[in-house]
């Protein structure tokens, strides 16, 4: 069952440092605006599958790997507490997860402690470590979908995150990004919020891409 009214679909991969500081953005712009996120998995395993140039090292792997596995248990966080409670429960698992990895400088205990490390996000985020889904396959099919989904709307050759606005309405608009590498706050993000929701909804619109790109910044 789907929720009632969505404003945002947030495809994510906790492991992109980039969709987290977009996800920042989002809960900014949230907080601010008093709209509704629906958070949806997209998996970088799954995107770079076939993937065999030399950057895709045995480290990326490991470190999609326990992406995928944070997703499957995004799904079954979902799928217990069901579509509302259990989106919210995501919301502050992506928040756990993120803030540690990115913030807080962990992306390495999440790639090699990868159970451990979602236990943890679990408990601070209120729910029960049994839906902990590393190493089980429960919920592929349920990431695979919703990675699918994702590229239904932007087209392939793209990553995460993938933002839909007005999700089932007939201004619905879908688009890659925007990558960003710091939090834009109050009017900066309400400013670059009202910019994006124009791009991405209006029709035609392709790409606007540039390849410069500053050091992330997760404050």
Not at 16 to 44: D, F, G, H, M, N
Not at 123 to 141: H, I, M, R
Request: with cysteine.
């Amino acid at each position: 069952m789907a929720r009632a009214t969505v404003d945002l679909e947030f495809f994510f991969d906790p492991m992109c440092p980039w969709a987290w500081i977009t996800s920042r953005w989002v809960k900014e712009v949230q907080e601010l605006r008093q709209y509704s996120v629906t958070w949806k998995p997209i998996s970088l395993k799954l995107l770079n599958a076939n993937q065999t140039a030399e950057w895709y090292t045995d480290e990326y792997k490991r470190g999609h790997a326990a992406g995928h596995d944070a997703l499957r248990t995004a799904c079954a966080l979902v799928d217990h507490l069901g579509v509302d409670e259990g989106n919210a429960a995501v919301d502050r698992f992506y928040a756990a997860l993120g803030t540690q990895a990115h913030k807080n400088g962990r992306r390495d205990d999440l790639r090699d402690n990868t159970s451990a490390f979602i236990n943890e996000c679990l408990v601070t985020a209120g729910v029960s470590e049994t839906l902990n889904q590393t190493g089980l396959t429960t919920f592929d099919d349920a990431v695979a979908a919703s990675t699918d989904l994702a590229l239904a709307r932007t087209g392939k050759d793209v990553g995460t995150p993938i933002l839909t606005f007005h999700p089932g309405q007939p201004n619905e608009g879908s688009f890659f990004g925007p990558v960003i590498a710091r939090i834009p706050r109050g009017e900066e993000a309400l400013k670059l919020w009202n910019a994006i929701e124009v791009v991405a909804t209006t029709p035609g619109v392709a790409e606007l891409k540039r390849t410069l790109r500053s050091k992330p910044v997760f404050d």
